[in-house]
């Protein structure tokens, strides 16, 4: 059964920045495309970043390309998320996606 868990969110000022980690367990963990979305409050979940296997091919939804990247360590069945330049808006609940798998999530707060 894979299990994914993220940390490292918190509260951060505007213009910061945080790492998000995911750590994935029960899986072959380098086969597989790793994503992060996120919620913000009264909002749908909405797509953040995705990574391929080789962590070669990334993509990164609009709102936030230039200021988030996501990469991954195969060695550590980890994915990670550095978050440059924070706006309040990035404000939410940042989850980890392998497949149909879907971690428990990790609250961002980016205060102005």
């Known amino acids: 059964q894979v299990q994914l868990v993220e940390s490292g969110g918190g509260l951060v000022q505007a213009g910061g920045s945080v790492r998000l980690s995911c750590a994935v367990s029960?899986?072959?963990?380098?086969?597989?495309?790793m994503g992060w979305f996120r919620r913000a409050p009264g909002k749908e979940r909405e797509f953040v970043a995705a990574?391929?296997?080789?962590?070669?091919?990334?993509t990164h939804a609009n709102v936030v390309k230039g200021r988030f990247t996501i990469s991954r360590d195969n060695a550590k069945s980890t994915v990670y998320l550095q978050m440059n330049s924070l706006k309040p808006e990035d404000t939410a609940v940042y989850y980890c996606n392998l497949g149909g798998n879907w971690g428990r999530g990790t609250q961002v707060t980016v205060s102005s």
């Open positions: 029960g899986g072959t963990f380098s086969r597989y495309n």
């Open positions: 990574i391929d296997p080789s962590g070669r091919s990334t």
